[in-house]
């Protein structure tokens, strides 16, 4: 076992580490205190589209048991949290009426981060957007976006003298393609067309947050967390590796060009252009202001190779087999190196800003036993994966941060409960948490910090 204490002294003494969760997969009480239904109550109360049609009605409680998990944040020594804020509590049909009720929940959490000495750094959209936007065409409408803003203003405006850090938005990759593409998540659309509009819309809402952001909190380091796919070719083969740039620039340089960039890929605007709904003039200036630093969730290198089919659409790619045998409980791959390349090919290909690790975790099931959560394959994932980022900071990239998913135990979107990611064990019938072996690991390496070491070399 990598020693927790001879890992952490490779970072520097700023480093921060951390916890992340997400609103609609810990907070239960979907009805509390004013707020109304999110598309994630509807669309995981529907028959065939949530695992055992589970939803986050209760999910860990969170809303009820806020205090006693910030106690076990501050008890894991970990110096930051990354927590999401649900707009159906803040605006709760998405315009209109402001939710004070709402805002005060948050209000109290990042007190209560404060008054513990943890660093709060908030996401303001983690997929749970208020259904009743549904009713103007969601993330297709152009109006969306502007919903956006206008809560982003909202959040910042009671907020913003506390945060640490903010996000706009939490893998557009997931509510674009996964959520209006090919219909995971929700709202469930499988349409390229209604994707596209989701796509331009998203990214726009991102500028516009940042706009609101800048407006009203000017000293919040803000920001986007993106899960970029580590893209790897299935072959050496000519057609192989130019499906994998394909698939590079529909899965990544969709939302890095625009951003980073201020422009589309142009071979996926030569593809697709004419689907895309209107790109208005001073759009893309909007979506490319600077921002201060950005978030990469990554958990398994996506392989793709050609797919030779006639009526293939962009980026015309099918999945090639796995290179590692080892996987975590979802089926997804664990391959580290491919974290590895992955920042480096980004930073390679876009002007970046300081990269923090937003998210980086597995899931495996396994429960409780004598009131211990024996969870090695989690602590060797963790070990091997932190290790990756020691060594990117060794070659001189900007990496300021490192986020575990999860804390605990949660809602796993279509999955529902049946995925564990946490570092600490929920037993969803009595709501006892349970720090697992990974977290008790993780718990050593951060309070290596930022006490007893670190100087940088
Ligand atoms: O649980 C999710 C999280 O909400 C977003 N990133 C990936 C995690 C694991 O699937």
Not at 96 to 110: C, M, P, Q, S, T
Not at 277 to 293: A, C, M, T
Request: net charge negative.
């Amino acid at each position: 076992m990598i020693d927790p204490k001879t890992l952490a002294a490779r970072f520097p003494g700023d480093f921060v580490f951390g916890v992340a969760t997400a609103s609609y997969q810990i907070e239960g009480a979907v009805k509390a205190d004013g707020r109304k239904p999110s598309i994630w109550d509807a669309f995981s109360n529907m028959p065939g589209r949530v695992h055992g049609r589970e939803n986050g009605d209760v999910a860990c409680d969170h809303y009820n048991r806020w205090e006693a998990d910030l106690d076990l944040i501050a008890e894991l020594g970990v110096s930051a949290y990354r927590f999401s804020i649900a707009w159906p509590r803040i605006i709760p049909d998405g315009t209109g009426r402001i939710n004070e009720k709402g805002l005060d929940f948050y209000d109290k959490l990042v007190d209560g981060l404060k008054a513990r000495n943890i660093k709060a750094f908030a996401t303001l959209y983690h997929w749970d957007l208020p259904l009743a936007l549904m009713g103007e065409g969601g993330w297709t409408a152009r109006s969306t976006a502007y919903a956006f803003q206008r809560y982003a203003k909202i959040v910042m405006a009671r907020l913003g003298d506390r945060l640490d850090s903010v996000a706009t938005f939490n893998e557009p990759w997931c509510s674009v393609w996964l959520s209006h593409l090919y219909g995971e998540h929700a709202p469930g659309e499988r349409s390229m067309d209604a994707a596209l509009h989701a796509l331009h819309y998203t990214n726009l809402a991102h500028g516009l947050g940042m706009e609101a952001i800048r407006h009203v909190a000017p000293n919040v380091p803000a920001g986007l967390v993106l899960n970029a796919h580590s893209v790897i070719a299935g072959s050496n083969g000519a057609a192989d590796i130019a499906a994998a740039e394909r698939a590079f620039q529909f899965h990544n340089g969709v939302f890095f060009g625009p951003v980073f960039k201020g422009e589309y890929p142009a071979d996926f605007l030569e593809a697709l252009g004419s689907r895309m709904p209107k790109i208005e003039d001073g759009d893309l200036d909007v979506i490319s202001q600077k921002v201060d630093w950005w978030g990469l969730n990554y958990y398994t290198p996506m392989r793709v190779a050609n797919d030779p089919s006639a009526d293939a659409v962009y980026p015309a790619t099918i999945d090639a087999a796995a290179v590692s045998d080892v996987k975590t409980d979802i089926g997804w791959e664990v391959y580290a190196p491919a974290l590895k390349s992955l920042v480096e090919t980004l930073y390679h290909r876009y002007e970046l800003p300081p990269c923090y690790i937003t998210e980086n975790g597995a899931a495996y099931n396994m429960g409780v036993v004598n009131g211990v959560v024996d969870d090695q394959p989690r602590l060797d994932y963790y070990a091997e994966h932190i290790a990756i980022v020691a060594d990117l900071i060794k070659d001189g990239h900007p990496m300021q941060g490192y986020f575990a998913w999860s804390l605990m135990d949660n809602f796993e979107w279509a999955k529902g409960y049946q995925m564990r990611f946490g570092i600490v064990h929920v037993d969803y019938g009595t709501q006892v948490r349970t720090v697992k072996n990974s977290g008790k690991w993780y718990s050593a390496l951060a309070t290596a910090f930022p006490k007893d070491n670190h100087k940088a070399g």
